[in-house]
């Protein structure tokens, strides 16, 4: 038995026979150039080919449902892009390339432009290049790279998985994803939690292991071990889908062993995400990310409009705390009305609150709608800024808040806003850590950049201390911290986040059952362990041992 490793993203243990999807296309060197009387057959025969890879993606998209579909509809239309015509074209006529070629050179080209504006745009290259590598089939008449029709249990390896790979596929045949790239938010995390399958990401060496060889993976630490005994791993995997079945069973509301409060709340970004997360046993939203319900206007929303979204939030939430995040538009969530163009470095520039720099009138008008909203209902409305960086922006937002009499407060994303966070709690009531950002920006690594992921690792004790400072600042002014980060959805971090003094958790819903019943199995006296084993181990991978130990 051979043990590899990555960085652990998603826990649970799989022992299944490993399959590698999407292989890389390697068109080598071009040899053979078009003459010009060749160019309107090339270019024809590329369009034919981007046409049949938007059908297909288009069929695939109206045979799925929510997510999955949404996905594969954007897929389908990337394909079709003119930015991916045009520069195609352009090789063939200008360059006289053969049309995998031009193919080839124009999405790497054009990804190339995706990237460099940053957030969203960027995340898109993985689907680009997934849509270029099926063009680039079907003009050699190949199958179409990807994941094949599963007809046994299996792992899936790749180098990165794009949102066409994973939308679709059948759950009860795949247990787990491995990947070279990727990080804790890349796509493949979020679908492997949504999918409440193991995941491990950043996994260097995982090219030597071949097609079709057994393997038993464990999300929890980020170890892949191949051929292992079979016995030893199928008894494994059995104990480990009882604690599965005890998380799909978990009914909340959320306490540790000793008795030990903790409140477990939901990120959503709509009214149906809302109406999907009140079926699971949380006791309110924690992150309502209201730009993502905005995305797709090309102007402002009216203020009636903006009022009704945060209505049919509230509806579903009747008579809990639901916590509303102001627009965090720009960087990786560009908002055509709200966002600059022609960023440098969008992650650094004009995002979250201080856009209200660039649009005054923005942020008023937002807070106005939410509380119409909120008026004459039982909903215990709360709202924060984003990316707040000074105090005097904590507290201009709490002025804004403070005469509709809801809850003000701020995400502390940004270094500098937990280095002052005694004087901004001075000016707020409460305040939730936003562990991407903050890993992000403490760490000089971005979230998106998938070379990154033991930077981005949830474990890096230096966020960890900074959260420390954070909620001895809130214990001192006797105010509420939250964490809404990816990180809360760790069930061991969880721990390690309740013993530094973290009030309130929020995830995605369908994560509250693994990290409850991780929190019901443990007293405060281990998460305070566990917490103190974060403010002293400096490396990370041994801080989660450490945890492990602790916990178990
Ligand atoms: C965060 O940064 O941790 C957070 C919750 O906000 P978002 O992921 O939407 O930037
Ligand atoms: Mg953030």
Same mark, same amino acid.
């Given at each position: 038995m =051979?043990?590899y490793t990555?960085?652990p993203?998603?826990?649970?243990k799989?022992?299944?026979?490993?399959?590698?999807?999407?292989?890389q296309i390697?068109?080598?060197t071009? =040899?053979?150039?078009?003459?010009p009387?060749?160019h309107?057959?090339a270019?024809?025969a590329?369009?034919?080919?981007?046409?049949?890879?938007s059908d297909r993606?288009?069929?695939?998209?109206?045979?799925s449902?929510? =997510?999955?579909?949404?996905?594969?509809?954007?897929?389908a239309?990337l394909?079709?892009?003119?930015g991916?015509?045009e520069r195609?074209?352009n090789?063939?006529?200008?360059e006289?390339?053969p049309?995998?070629?031009a193919?080839d050179?124009?999405?790497?080209?054009?990804?190339?432009?995706?990237?460099?504006a940053g957030?969203?745009?960027?995340?898109?290259?993985? $689907?680009?290049? $997934?849509?270029?590598?099926?063009i680039?089939?079907?003009?050699q008449?190949?199958?179409?790279?990807?994941?094949? %029709?599963l007809?046994?249990?299996?792992?899936?390896?790749?180098?990165?998985?794009?949102?066409?790979?994973?939308?679709?596929?059948?759950p /009860?045949?795949?247990?787990g994803?491995?990947?070279?790239?990727?990080?804790?938010?890349?796509?493949?995390s979020?679908?492997?939690r949504?999918m409440g399958?193991?995941c491990i990401?950043?996994a260097?060496d995982?090219?030597?292991i071949?097609?079709?060889?057994?393997?038993?993976?464990?999300?929890?630490?980020?170890d *892949?071990y191949?051929?292992?005994?079979?016995?030893?791993?199928?008894?494994?995997?059995t104990?480990?889908?009882?604690l599965?079945?005890r998380a799909?069973?978990?009914q909340?509301?959320a306490?540790?062993?000793?008795g030990?409060?903790? &409140?477990l709340l939901?990120?959503?970004?709509?009214g149906?995400?809302?109406?999907?997360?009140?079926?699971?046993?949380? /006791?309110?939203?924690?992150?309502?990310?209201s730009?993502?319900?905005?995305?797709?206007?090309?102007?402002?929303p009216?203020?009636e409009? &903006?009022?009704?979204f945060y209505t049919?939030?509230?509806n579903?939430?009747p008579?809990?705390?639901?916590?509303?995040?102001?627009l $965090?538009?720009?960087? $990786?969530k560009?908002i055509?009305?709200?966002s600059?163009?022609d960023?440098?470095n969008p992650?650094?520039?004009?995002?979250?609150i201080?856009?209200?720099?660039v649009?005054?009138?923005?942020?008023p008008?937002?807070v106005?709608?939410?509380?119409a909203?909120a008026t004459g209902?039982?909903?215990?409305?709360?709202?924060?800024?984003?990316?707040?960086?000074?105090?005097a922006?904590?507290?201009?937002f709490?002025?804004?808040?403070?005469?509709y009499?809801?809850?003000?407060?701020?995400?502390?994303?940004?270094?500098s806003a937990?280095?002052?966070?005694?004087?901004?709690?001075?000016?707020?009531?409460f305040?939730? *850590?936003g562990t991407?950002d903050?890993? %992000?920006?403490?760490?000089?690594?971005?979230r998106?950049?998938?070379?990154?992921?033991?930077?981005?690792s949830?474990?890096?004790?230096?966020?960890?201390?900074?959260?420390g400072?954070?909620?001895a600042a809130? &214990?001192?002014?006797?105010?509420?911290?939250?964490?809404?980060?990816?990180?809360?959805?760790?069930?061991?971090?969880?721990?390690?986040?309740?013993?530094?003094g973290?009030?309130?958790?929020?995830?995605?819903?369908?994560t509250v059952g693994s990290v409850?019943?991780?929190?019901?199995e443990?007293?405060?006296? %281990?998460c305070?362990l566990a917490?103190?084993?974060a403010l002293?181990?400096a490396?990370p991978?041994?801080l989660?041992?450490?945890?492990?130990?602790?916990?178990?």
């Open positions: =051979t043990a990555g960085t993203v998603v826990s649970g799989a022992y299944a026979k490993v399959l590698w999807a999407s292989p390697q068109l080598g071009c =040899t053979t150039f078009l003459t009387n060749q309107e057959t270019f024809e590329f369009r034919n080919a981007a046409q049949k890879v993606l288009f069929e695939r998209s109206a045979e449902v929510g =997510t999955p579909s949404d996905i594969l509809a954007m897929a239309t394909a079709t892009d003119p991916l015509e195609v074209k090789y063939i006529f200008n006289n390339l049309a995998t070629y193919t050179k124009a999405a790497h080209e054009f990804a190339d432009t995706l990237r460099l957030g969203y745009l960027a995340e898109r290259t993985t $689907d680009l290049l $997934d849509v270029k590598n099926r680039i089939a079907v003009l008449n190949k199958p179409e790279p990807g994941i094949p %029709q007809n046994e249990p299996t792992i899936i390896f790749a180098e990165d998985l794009a949102p066409a790979d994973t939308a679709g596929l059948n /009860e045949m795949v247990k994803f491995v990947t070279v790239l990727g990080g804790p938010t890349s796509h493949t979020i679908i492997a949504q399958i193991p990401v950043a260097r995982l090219q030597q071949p097609q079709g060889t057994w393997v038993l993976i464990n999300g929890d630490s980020g *892949i191949t051929d292992p005994n079979p016995e030893y791993a199928t008894a494994e995997v104990q480990d889908n009882v599965r079945e799909r069973n978990w909340g509301p306490q540790l062993a000793d030990h409060k903790v &409140q939901a990120n959503v970004q709509d149906t995400s809302a109406e999907k997360a009140a079926r699971f046993p949380v /006791e309110g939203v924690g992150l309502l990310r730009e993502l319900g905005f995305l797709a206007t090309s102007t402002e009216s203020f409009t &903006q009022r009704d049919s939030v509230f579903k939430f008579n809990h705390k639901v916590v509303v995040r102001t $965090d538009a720009g960087s $990786d560009p055509a009305w709200a600059l163009d960023e440098e992650a650094l520039g004009v995002r979250g201080r856009a209200d720099g649009h005054p009138h923005i942020l008008t937002q106005a709608a939410v509380a909203a209902r039982e909903t215990h409305t709360w709202i924060m800024a984003p990316m707040v960086s000074t105090v922006e904590a507290r201009w709490s002025s804004l808040v403070k005469p009499g809801l809850k003000a407060g701020v995400m502390i994303e940004v270094p937990a280095l002052m966070i005694n004087e901004i709690f001075a000016e707020v009531d305040v939730s *850590i991407n903050l890993t %992000q920006y403490v760490m000089a690594a971005d998106l950049n998938s070379h990154l992921a033991t930077y981005t949830h474990w890096q004790p230096a966020v960890l201390r900074l959260i400072q954070i909620t809130g &214990q001192k002014a006797g105010k509420p911290v939250g964490v809404c980060g990816e990180m809360a959805a760790d069930p061991y971090l969880a721990c390690v986040l309740i013993g530094l973290v009030d309130s958790l929020s995830m995605a819903a369908p409850g019943v991780q929190l019901s443990v007293t405060l006296e %281990q305070q917490a103190q084993a002293t181990i490396d991978d041994k989660r041992e450490k945890v492990r130990e602790i916990l178990s």
